[in-house]
């Protein structure tokens, strides 16, 4: 079974400009997590997509958005970029149901770097 | 609000050294935890979890137990090797609602010198 695959790996933008990251979870998995990964924040959650709707939003500005296709992959837009925006954006997937037994699997991560 | 406090790093361990990374967690209901790794350049692995209370999480020599009473679980292994040098990220999440929103602590690096 492939895992989570995302693209691109590495991105360099400028201040300003927009970036689409892009998520492909398992097969099978309806859910999909986003979650930016910085050294002076740690690990925070952005947003989680389920059956293309948005079912869960942290606490970050509207500049962050995303979406879900009908086949479960997800894009993250970032627009008007800022240096603070420099990270690690990793993805998650899992089947998506409620319950306690609802593993998530983590692709690679895209790092971006905003100059 | 719900929140998870781990150790603060870097711990050096020398090669067969036993490992102890402390984690203690918040929550306003039943999480479950869980705990995660990241090696260099790579994005977060599952390395082992548990449910409900009493639980015992293990995989690959290390372990943890879902401690109520204290709002612990702490990840041990009797024996580590180089290979376990990583990042080990502790986490919950706190079901009763439809969400997946995991809940991270901040993160301490283990290194292990041979």
């Known amino acids: 079974k492939a895992g989570v695959t995302q693209t691109p790996r590495y991105l360099i933008k400028t201040r300003g400009q927009q970036v689409t990251l892009s998520c492909s979870p398992i097969s099978g998995h309806r859910s999909v997590s986003w979650y930016q990964q910085t050294p002076g924040q740690g690990l925070q959650f952005l947003f989680e997509y389920f059956s293309e709707t948005q079912r869960n939003k942290g606490n970050f500005p509207g500049r962050f958005s995303g979406r879900q296709f009908s086949n479960s992959r997800s894009e993250m837009n970032v627009s008007t970029l800022e240096l603070g925006d420099s990270a690690l954006y990793l993805c998650a997937s899992s089947l998506g149901s409620s319950g306690r037994a609802n593993e998530q699997f983590f692709g690679p991560g895209t790092r971006l770097t905003v100059l | 609000g719900d929140s998870v406090t781990q150790m603060e790093g870097p711990v050096t361990l020398s090669e067969e050294a036993f490992l102890t990374i402390n984690c203690t967690y918040t929550?306003?209901?039943?999480?479950?935890l869980f705990w995660y790794v990241q090696y260099p350049g790579e994005g977060l692995q599952l390395l082992l979890k548990a449910t409900k209370a009493d639980d015992k999480g293990s995989n690959k020599g290390f372990e943890a137990t879902y401690r109520k009473e204290t709002t612990s679980f702490h990840l041990e292994k009797g024996s580590v090797q180089v290979s376990d040098s990583a990042v080990y990220f502790c986490a919950l999440i706190v079901y009763g609602g439809a969400t997946n929103k995991l809940i991270f602590g901040t993160g301490t690096l283990l290194a292990v010198q041979p």
């Open positions: 929550a306003t209901g039943y999480p479950s």
